[in-house]
């Protein structure tokens, strides 16, 4: 894991790909929060 990937990890707004996991398909069906949207992407893009 990258230094980045490894700080980020640890900020206590990400989400483990578990939590991931368990919001797909709530994601995908618009069901998110706007901040769990944010913080689902966020995940997305540094995982």
Known sequence: MTK????VSRMPMMMT???IEAVLLDY???QL????????ELHI???
């Open 4 to 7: 980045v990937k490894e700080f």
């Open 33 to 40: 929060s706007p901040y769990a949207r944010f913080k689902f």
């Open 17 to 19: 790909c578990g939590e």
């Open 45 to 47: 893009k540094m995982c």
């Open 28 to 30: 995908v069906e618009d």
